[in-house]
């Protein structure tokens, strides 16, 4: 029998079509019942029994059961008992369950393997008795229970002898079934009738948390343009930028103008298919209803995710308590940020299958369900997805490959994902770039001699971290005879070489900033400019933009000038180098004076400056040791400063704050600076509290009293529980971003964390663009150049700053990234025992710090939930702790831990930390150092494959030309 079913649907070009199909029917399928006279039995034994005794008080009869795709989708253990037989298994309820969890599916088609669970798979959208057509306006929903229902009905009438009982958890699908005298039943009612089989009332699936109306429908709908524009406008809804957990993914936040916190929005189902960075239109909820960020860390496990346990909504725990913040939920998306995602491709457990689960490499992003004939060959490897859509009725968004970056673990493909994750420019500069650079030799001509101040007598050296080729900066430091001090402050003209329009001038701007990554670094500008004529090398004389001051020995200054120079810098020390030259009395050269003359300066800055209000913080950084051939992390260790790098950095911040006066005085409207804006008081309740539990009280009122009560917090017996506070109250500060002088008040130019009133970036050309800008506007003012429309126009200039603050914030998460992966690497193959300090305390986790790498991880813990663990930790949210075992995990307490690297995660390698001490039976795990003998041995290797790294560091930087940075050659060179 052949049913046709005409309709009409437009296409994409508006033209209408006529669409026909034809749909089989028979009446030769069987319906699996034994000895069943009305169909033709196949000659195997037949799988439904019609005379099984019951198990259920219930229904004591013999019966068939009949599940709806509800029953599949949630009680698959429940069907999967021994207890449960002669189950009819319906095309549309393996259609539906193949479509929404192919792990379920394949689960199914074990059970219906299963010789002794007597199951049936019957075709019933192919019989001629059971078919049904979809009315117009039906949902798909609406209709797979149509046919689900007229399927049990028909096996009730044609199987006489025999009840077929439908199973479902379907409000609306069970009231339907019993209006029309269909035997019908829950799940929990039948296990509940089940006396001999009290075990399976443990495995019945919660169904509470469904979403409400539309079973099939995951999300709400999201409102229109128009609708949300209304709304924003009337104050009904807010809009802003959403922002993703990456550590919890059924939470996020939204960033909404006017309001001192974000907007809390908790649970998949008021999430409503936010992705990161989508600017998005959210309800608030009353403020009964305000919620705290939830205490856990939630994976999303994909494939093996019950997605109706995790629509929920705020748990009570977290309603109305004090510290709650603004909660809402999303209505709409007013513009989507979908870009191209890395990460990899989860095979579908069914081998035949073509659709499967890509699993971004950002944990801020959901996974992406794609569909390609190519998941074997892209199995381990890197790929790039684009999302195209998210449907209401689909878990997950749907997107499509778009090409395979290479295998998993290699270093080329892991930078690659870290460039491209965090949108980093890193092509070769292009042919019209290229075109803008000098052509070498380079020279010096008499007209810029005549045009520049000549420096090139002054004893100029640069000061910089070991390796570096980029030297923006030099510095100078002589004695005048009014016992005053002229100190100078020279920085690369990179102005002079990048003018404004060009094809170099636009890729800069693009790029906005160099990216030093472990190892390699992206350029802002071609490494012609970077790295040699821009680049203040010792003993070559390059072009320089200096601000020269003339200051007492208290450091006030008496005048500053400002001027293009020619320099010729004498030495490019390292940090070391200097700090050698200042503490070694025997030098007397004239950089070695310059250099003891600035850091005394220096220190009287420092000094002025955080009586002033500066703050002092603190964050854990590490340095690697890189193989020179291999380029793999030998060794990693905590940066190490020393007084040279305060000695450079205040002079730097100097010069900022010289510059920035300057600028604002003659563009009031159109000055490039740089603002840090005060936290608001929210921000430092984790740091009050922390404080307060260990008997201190920080004041947060301003930023001279944090940093005065940031000082007196000290605890003898905890050396290092001062920089931890230190850490902590850098996590409370706001991001530090430019601006333009005509776009705020002035009141708002306020730097906070360096207490000073006005502050911009004048010191490093060669790697931020803001600098070259702020070159031009003082060039300007020093009339050693002309203006140009774009630099007045403060809208412009606007625009540039939310582009280069933009690509500021990707360069330090690319930069933090390259940290981790280094990390992995050096860990892979290592284990190692450490001290550490617990940080933050979660409710199922603990936060620790190891100060001799400067790393931080997390210790996941057993809860009370998991009856199956050996230990179980009692979460404390007042003080806040974890205790187990007569053992009791506070913030800031010392502990040992066990460092290493999981593998077994192929997508997201982690740094995985075991807790040693204190021991915790059935938690912690044992030492692995058996005598001191074997400890001895490891620091004895420690430190020969640390010497090893400074030898391979040495030769390196002697085949580059670099300075050497031993003591013993330092002085050699000196003398």
């Given at each position: 029998?052949l049913?046709?079913?005409?309709?009409?649907k437009k296409?994409?070009?508006g033209?209408?079509l006529?669409?026909?199909?034809?749909?089989y029917?028979r009446?030769?399928?069987?319906c699996?019942?034994?000895?069943?006279e009305d169909?033709r039995?196949?000659?195997?034994?037949?799988?439904?029994?019609r005379?099984?005794?019951?198990?259920?008080?219930?229904?004591?009869?013999?019966h068939?059961l009949?599940?709806?795709t509800?029953?599949?989708?949630?009680?698959?253990e429940?069907?999967?008992?021994?207890a449960?037989?002669?189950?009819?298994l319906?095309?549309t309820?393996?259609?539906?369950?193949?479509k929404r969890?192919?792990?379920l599916?394949?689960?199914l088609?074990?059970?219906?393997?299963?010789?002794?669970?007597?199951?049936?798979?019957?075709i019933?959208?192919?019989h001629?008795?059971?078919?049904?057509?979809?009315?117009?306006?039906?949902?798909s929903?609406?209709?797979?229970?149509?046919?689900?229902?007229?399927?049990?009905?028909?096996?009730?009438e044609?199987?006489t002898?025999?009840?077929?009982?439908?199973?479902?958890?379907?409000r609306e699908?069970?009231?339907r079934?019993?209006k029309?005298?269909?035997?019908s039943?829950?799940?929990?009612?039948?296990v509940?009738?089940?006396?001999?089989?009290?075990e399976l009332?443990?495995?019945l699936?919660?169904?509470?948390?469904?979403?409400p109306?539309d079973?099939?429908?995951c999300?709400?709908?999201?409102?229109?343009?128009?609708?949300?524009q209304?709304g924003?406008?009337?104050?009904?809804?807010r809009q802003?930028?959403f922002?993703?957990?990456?550590?919890?993914?059924l939470e996020g936040?939204?960033?909404v103008?006017g309001?001192?916190?974000?907007v809390?929005?908790?649970?998949?189902y008021?999430?409503?298919?936010?992705?990161?960075?989508?600017?998005?239109?959210?309800?608030?909820?009353?403020?009964?209803?305000?919620?705290?960020p939830?205490?856990?860390?939630i994976?999303?496990?994909?494939?093996?995710?019950?997605f109706s346990?995790?629509l929920?909504?705020?748990?009570?725990?977290?309603?109305?308590?004090a510290a709650?913040?603004?909660?809402g939920?999303?209505?709409?998306?007013?513009?989507?940020?979908?870009?191209?995602?890395?990460?990899?491709v989860e095979?579908n457990p069914?081998?035949?299958?073509?659709?499967?689960?890509?699993v971004?490499?950002?944990?801020?992003?959901?996974?992406v369900?794609?569909?390609t004939a190519?998941?074997q060959?892209?199995?381990?490897?890197?790929?790039?997805?684009?999302?195209?859509s998210?449907?209401?009725?689909?878990?997950?968004?749907?997107g499509?490959?778009?090409?395979?970056?290479?295998?998993?673990g290699?270093?080329s493909?892991?930078?690659?994902?870290?460039?491209?994750?965090h949108d980093?420019?890193?092509?070769?500069?292009?042919d019209?770039?290229m075109a803008?650079?000098?052509?070498?030799?380079?020279?010096?001509?008499?007209?810029?001699?005549?045009n520049r101040?000549?420096?090139r007598?002054?004893d100029?050296?640069?000061v910089?971290?070991?390796?570096c080729?980029?030297i923006?900066?030099?510095?100078h430091c002589?004695r005048?005879?009014?016992g005053?001090?002229?100190?100078?402050?020279?920085?690369?003209d990179?102005?002079?070489?990048?003018?404004?329009g060009t094809?170099?001038?636009k890729?800069?701007?693009?790029r906005?900033?160099?990216?030093?990554?472990?190892d390699?670094?992206?350029?802002?500008?071609?490494?012609l400019?970077?790295?040699?004529l821009?680049?203040?090398?010792?003993?070559?004389?390059?072009?320089?933009?200096?601000?020269?001051?003339?200051?007492?020995?208290?450091a006030?200054?008496?005048?500053?000038?400002?001027?293009?120079?020619?320099?010729?810098?004498?030495?490019?020390?390292t940090?070391?180098?200097a700090?050698?030259?200042?503490?070694?009395?025997?030098q007397?050269d004239?950089?070695?004076q310059?250099l003891?003359?600035?850091?005394?300066?220096?220190?009287?800055?420092?000094r002025?400056?955080?009586?002033?209000?500066?703050?002092?913080?603190?964050?854990?950084e590490?340095?690697?040791?890189?193989?020179?051939?291999?380029?793999?992390?030998?060794?990693?260790q905590?940066?190490?400063l020393?007084?040279t790098n305060?000695?450079?950095?205040?002079?730097?911040?100097?010069a900022?704050v010289?510059?920035?006066?300057?600028?604002l005085e003659?563009?009031p409207?159109?000055?490039?600076?740089r603002?840090?804006?005060?936290?608001?008081?929210?921000?430092?309740q984790?740091?009050?509290?922390?404080?307060?539990?260990?008997?201190?009280k920080?004041?947060?009122?301003s930023?001279?009293?944090?940093q005065?009560?940031?000082?007196?917090?000290v605890?003898?017996?905890?050396?290092?529980f001062?920089?931890?506070?230190?850490?902590m109250?850098t996590r409370?500060?706001?991001?530090a971003?430019?601006?333009?002088?005509?776009?705020?008040s002035?009141?708002?130019?306020q730097?906070y964390?360096?207490?000073?009133?006005?502050?911009?970036?004048?010191?490093?050309?060669?790697?931020r663009?803001?600098?070259?800008?702020?070159?031009r506007?003082?060039?300007v003012?020093?009339?050693?150049?002309?203006?140009?429309?774009e630099?007045l126009?403060?809208r412009r200039t606007q625009?540039?700053c939310?582009h280069?603050?933009?690509?500021?914030?990707?360069?330090?998460?690319?930069?933090?990234?390259s940290?981790?992966l280094?990390?992995h690497?050096?860990?892979?193959?290592?284990?190692?025992e450490?001290e550490?300090?617990?940080?933050l305390?979660k409710?199922?986790?603990?936060?620790?710090?190891v100060?001799?790498?400067g790393?931080?991880s997390?210790i996941?813990?057993?809860?009370?939930e998991?009856?199956?663990a050996r230990v179980?930790?009692?979460?404390?949210?007042k003080v806040?702790?974890?205790?187990?075992?007569?053992?009791?995990?506070?913030t800031f307490d010392?502990v040992i831990?066990?460092?290493?690297?999981?593998?077994?995660?192929v997508?997201?390698?982690?740094?995985?930390?075991?807790?040693i001490?204190?021991?915790?039976?059935?938690?912690?795990v044992?030492?692995?150092?058996?005598?001191?003998?074997?400890?001895a041995e490891?620091e004895a290797?420690?430190?020969?494959?640390?010497a090893?790294?400074?030898t391979?560091?040495?030769?390196k930087?002697?085949s580059?030309?670099?300075?050497?940075?031993?003591?013993?050659?330092a002085?050699?060179?000196?003398k």
């Open positions: 029998m049913k046709h079913k005409t309709f009409l296409n994409r070009r033209n209408v006529k669409i026909v199909r034809e749909h029917l009446d030769d399928l069987w699996g019942v034994q000895g069943c169909c039995q196949p000659a195997h034994e037949a799988p439904l029994e005379a099984a005794p019951s198990v259920s008080s219930a229904v004591p009869e013999p068939l009949l599940p709806d509800n029953v599949i989708l949630h009680q698959l429940i069907l999967s008992s021994d449960i037989k002669n189950v009819i319906l095309k309820v393996l259609d539906e369950a193949r969890s192919p792990p599916y394949k689960k088609t074990d059970l219906m393997s299963s010789t002794n669970k007597h199951c049936y798979v019957f019933n959208e192919h001629k008795d059971t078919y049904v057509e979809r009315v117009p306006g039906e949902t929903n609406d209709y797979s229970d149509r046919l689900i229902r007229r399927a049990a009905l028909w096996y009730n044609h199987a002898g025999v009840k077929t009982l439908l199973l479902t958890d379907d699908n069970l009231r079934a019993r029309e005298d269909l035997p039943m829950r799940v929990s009612a039948y509940w009738s089940m006396p001999d089989h009290p009332a443990d495995q699936a919660s169904l509470e948390l469904g979403v109306g079973g099939a429908v999300y709400p709908e999201h409102l229109g343009l128009a609708l949300l209304a924003i406008k009337s104050g009904t809804y802003g930028k922002f993703a957990r990456d550590d919890n993914y936040t939204v960033m103008e309001l001192e916190q974000p809390l929005i908790q649970g998949r008021n999430l409503n298919r936010a992705v990161q960075d989508d600017i998005v239109a959210v309800e608030l909820f009353p403020r009964e209803r305000w919620s705290v939830s205490n856990l860390a994976e999303d496990v994909g494939f093996d995710n019950d346990c995790e929920g909504f705020p748990p009570e725990c977290c309603l109305g308590q709650a913040q603004p909660t939920r999303v209505v709409g998306v007013i513009k989507r940020k979908w870009r191209q995602y890395c990460g990899m095979l069914i081998p035949e299958e073509i659709h499967h689960q890509f971004p490499a950002n944990g801020r992003v959901p996974r369900l794609i569909q190519r998941g060959q892209l199995a381990g490897k890197r790929v790039v997805v684009t999302i195209d998210w449907p209401r009725n689909s878990r997950y968004p749907l499509h490959f778009c090409r395979d970056l290479g295998k998993i290699t270093k493909a892991e930078n690659e994902v870290l460039l491209l994750e980093v420019p890193h092509s070769h500069f292009s019209g770039v803008c650079l000098p052509r070498l030799p380079w020279e010096i001509t008499p007209q810029d001699v005549a101040v000549d420096l007598h002054v100029v050296c640069s910089d971290p070991p390796g080729t980029d923006d900066d030099a510095l002589k005048l005879e009014s005053n001090f002229e100190v100078g402050v020279h920085i690369a990179v102005s002079h070489f990048i003018r404004p094809a170099i001038d890729e800069a701007a693009n906005g900033t160099t990216v030093y990554l472990i390699k670094r992206i350029d802002m500008v071609p490494d400019l970077s790295s040699n821009c680049s203040l090398r010792g003993g070559e004389e390059r072009f320089a933009f200096s601000c020269i001051w003339e200051v007492t020995p208290d006030e200054i008496v005048h500053t000038k400002f001027h293009k120079s020619i320099i010729r810098s004498r030495a490019a020390l940090y070391g180098e700090q050698l030259k200042i503490d070694d009395a025997s007397q004239a950089v070695s310059s003891r003359g600035l850091n005394s300066l220096a220190k009287v800055l420092k002025r400056r955080l009586e002033n209000g500066a703050l002092l913080l603190a964050s854990p590490i340095r690697f040791h890189i193989d020179s051939e291999t380029h793999d992390p030998i060794d990693v905590a940066k190490q020393l007084e305060s000695m450079v950095e205040e002079f730097m911040l100097l900022n010289s510059v920035a006066e300057k600028i003659e563009f409207e159109c000055a490039l600076l603002r840090h804006p005060q936290p608001p008081p929210n921000n430092f984790p740091l009050v509290k922390a404080a307060e539990l260990q008997g201190f920080l004041n947060v009122d930023n001279k009293a944090l005065e009560s940031l000082n007196l917090a605890r003898p017996d905890n050396p290092y001062n920089t931890m506070l230190r850490i109250a409370c500060m706001m991001q971003v430019y601006f333009c002088t005509g776009t705020i002035r009141d708002q130019f730097h964390g360096l207490a000073a009133p006005i502050y911009t970036h004048f010191t490093s050309p060669i790697r663009y803001a600098d070259i800008i702020v070159h506007l003082l060039a003012v020093t009339g050693q150049d002309s203006t140009y429309k630099l126009d403060k625009s540039t939310n280069i603050n933009y690509r500021h914030r990707m360069a330090q998460y690319s930069q933090r990234a940290v981790g280094h990390t690497l050096f860990f892979k193959e290592r284990v190692r450490e550490g300090y617990v940080l305390v409710q199922n986790a603990v936060s620790v710090l100060p001799k790498y790393l931080e997390t996941l813990l057993p809860g009370s998991r009856e199956n179980q930790f009692v979460y404390d949210d806040p702790s974890q205790a187990a075992g007569g053992v009791t995990l506070k010392k831990v066990q460092l290493s690297v999981e593998s077994r995660n997508q997201q390698q982690k740094l995985v930390m075991k807790l001490k204190p021991e915790i039976p059935g938690f912690t044992e030492s692995q150092r058996t005598d001191p003998t074997e400890a490891t290797m420690d430190e020969l494959v640390t090893t790294a400074e391979a560091q040495r030769k930087r002697r580059a030309g670099g300075a050497e940075t031993t003591p013993k050659r002085k050699r060179k000196a």
